[in-house]
């Protein structure tokens, strides 16, 4: 059974700093692509970030020099360091995984999400 378990949001002053983590077991976690998504209160989910399995990255635009994301292979942990939050960067941070199955399929999974609040 595939897990993906978060750990690290929590309420921060705007500019502060946060470093949300994920946890992956029941996949081979270095064959994955991993992403961060956030949905922040009335929109929809939007990816934030995302690292393939060869260590190339990604990011949103309105992260872009703020967040950064990581692996550890040797730990199963994909992470998001994000600096000079914003009020707007609230929202629900959803750690996902893309797990190829062979050829072109690949199986999605999501982390339970965990709440980020920026204030001023």
């Known amino acids: 059974q595939v897990r993906l378990v978060e750990s690290g949001g929590g309420s921060v002053q705007a500019g502060g700093s946060l470093r949300v983590s994920c946890v992956v077991s029941?996949?081979?976690?270095?064959?994955?692509?991993m992403g961060w998504y956030r949905q922040p209160p009335g929109k929809q989910r939007e990816l934030v970030a995302a690292i393939t399995s060869g260590g190339t990255t990604n990011y949103a635009d309105s992260v872009k020099g703020r967040f950064t994301i990581s692996r550890d292979n040797a730990r199963n942990t994909v992470y998001l360091q994000m600096n000079s939050l914003k009020p707007e960067d609230t929202a629900v941070y959803y750690c996902?995984?893309?797990?190829?199955?062979?050829?072109?399929?690949?199986?999605?999974?999501w982390g339970q999400g965990t709440q980020v609040t920026v204030s001023s």
């Open positions: 029941g996949t081979i976690f270095s064959r994955n692509h």
């Open positions: 996902n995984a893309k797990e190829p199955l062979g050829g072109s399929a690949f199986r999605i999974y």
